[in-house]
């Protein structure tokens, strides 16, 4: 089967992409402690530019210093940060045809940094962290506001091709559009409109520092998975005001760390699954398709099927896909696929990775496993010569 549809371009924005295949972001923990940008941290994503990807969001940027989603994560709250990461994105750029994305983030009310409290719209406790976070007053809000236009400024001037802003999984700015942990009844907060108002201020006062043809996309949660959580209905309502702010792209998600986001979708025993349970988020992006007319859609969540994507990227149920895992064991998977090898990708979705993550850099211990094998069985034979 030829992947015709996957491997044309399309535009975010005014930013054209060579294929329809994205890497999500993904937390790498290759950063220096600071926060500033090492060779392996390059490394790593010159690896995916080789491999054939067309848009590579980055992992977690850190907008405000303590609120960060692992150790060694990249940061970009003040200008110190600017050489390094114009020096990512330089090498990036020098494979010409890939472009690269900043994703900006804050971690809220699952911040588990020791020296800095976890803060949030309201002072829900976080169950998959054990914190009370402090509410946050307005006058914050409005500089956190602030601190995510400044970073996302930065992105602009260092190079970046466009920046996504991470509103989802439970960190800040999911918490706040969620009614499970903003109980607010102030500016930011009350019903969907109130909620959503923090993404609509970051989006304008960005816009404003940036000009309009500097794509700003979002990950953007649409359901919690918790009681008395966002709904996907809800979700849709969100969506809607988020897209007529005028948005470029929207990575769909859901879910936080009280609803085991990093466990989601582990299936390695299941076979034959359809496409609705191992695309986990495709029912959702199905909802919010009718109303992206100059907003890209963007499936994440089980991606890993090129046949099956195809189906959707024909039928115009979404404009792009991403993964994370999958490039985590194959950096070279969009290369692969497009060289007419067209089976599954090879992760097993087993999330061993994640763990892996909790404690060091990640990577995928099936790939390491299977190497280890395979370096023993040269040995032995070469032993038996």
Same mark, same amino acid.
């Given at each position: 089967m030829e992947l015709k549809n996957l491997f044309s371009p399309a535009k975010i924005g005014?930013?054209?992409?060579?294929?329809?295949?994205?890497?999500?972001?993904?937390?790498?923990?290759?950063?220096?402690?600071?926060?500033?940008?090492?060779?392996?941290?390059?490394?790593n994503y010159t690896d995916l530019a080789e491999g054939g990807i067309g848009l590579i969001i980055s992992g977690f940027i850190n907008v405000e210093l303590g609120y960060s989603v692992m150790p060694n994560s990249p940061a970009l709250y003040n200008d110190s940060f600017i050489s390094g990461q114009k020096k990512l994105v330089d090498a990036v750029h020098d494979y010409s045809d890939v472009k690269f994305a900043a994703q900006l983030a804050h971690t809220g009310r699952q911040s588990t940094h020791p020296k800095f409290e976890a803060v949030g719209p309201s002072s829900i406790p976080d169950k998959s962290v054990n914190r009370v976070p402090r509410e946050l007053t307005d006058d914050e809000i409005k500089e956190i506001i602030k601190k995510f236009v400044n970073a996302g400024r930065r992105a602009y001037e260092i190079g970046y091709d466009m920046v996504q802003i991470?509103?989802?999984?439970?960190?800040?700015?999911?918490?706040?559009?969620?009614?499970?942990?903003?109980k607010r009844t102030g500016e930011y907060g009350g019903d969907s409109k109130g909620r959503t108002k923090i993404l609509v201020d970051i989006y304008k006062q960005l816009r404003d520092e940036i000009g309009k043809n500097f794509p700003i996309t979002i990950k953007?949660?649409?359901?919690?998975?918790?009681?008395?959580?966002?709904?996907?209905?809800e979700g849709k309502k969100i969506a809607k005001i988020v897209i007529d702010t005028g948005y470029d792209a929207i990575e769909v998600s859901g879910g936080m760390g009280e609803s085991l986001i990093g466990t989601k979708n582990a299936l390695p025993s299941k076979q034959n699954i359809g496409p609705e349970e191992e695309n986990y988020f495709l029912q959702n992006i199905k909802e919010i398709r009718p109303y992206?007319?100059?907003?890209?859609?963007?499936?994440?969540? /089980?991606?890993?099927? %090129? +046949?099956?994507?195809e189906?959707?990227?024909?039928?115009?149920?979404?404009?792009?896909?991403?993964?994370? *895992?999958?490039?985590?064991?194959?950096?070279?998977?969009?290369?692969?696929?497009?060289?007419?090898?067209?089976?599954?990708?090879h992760c097993i979705s087993c999330n061993s990775c994640y763990m892996? /993550?909790?404690?060091? %850099? +990640?990577?995928?211990?099936?790939?390491?496993?299977?190497?280890?094998?395979?370096?023993?069985?040269?040995? *032995?034979?070469?032993n038996n010569k």
């Open positions: 005014n930013v054209q992409i060579k294929n329809r295949i994205i890497r999500s972001a993904t937390s790498e923990r290759l950063a220096n402690k600071d926060g500033t940008i090492n060779d392996k941290y390059i490394k991470h509103a989802a999984h439970g960190y800040l700015l999911s918490n706040f559009i969620s009614p499970y942990s903003n953007l949660q649409t359901e919690d998975g918790v009681s008395e959580g966002m709904t996907l209905e992206m007319k100059d907003c890209a859609a963007i499936l994440m969540g /089980g991606v890993k099927n %090129p +046949i099956t994507v189906k959707f990227l024909q039928d115009k149920i979404i404009d792009f896909i991403s993964m994370c *895992r999958p490039l985590i064991r194959e950096s070279d998977l969009p290369n692969r696929w497009k060289n007419g090898d067209i089976s599954p990708a892996s /993550g909790l404690t060091g %850099p +990640i990577y995928c211990t099936v790939k390491e496993k299977l190497e280890k094998k395979r370096l023993r069985k040269e040995q *032995r034979l070469k």
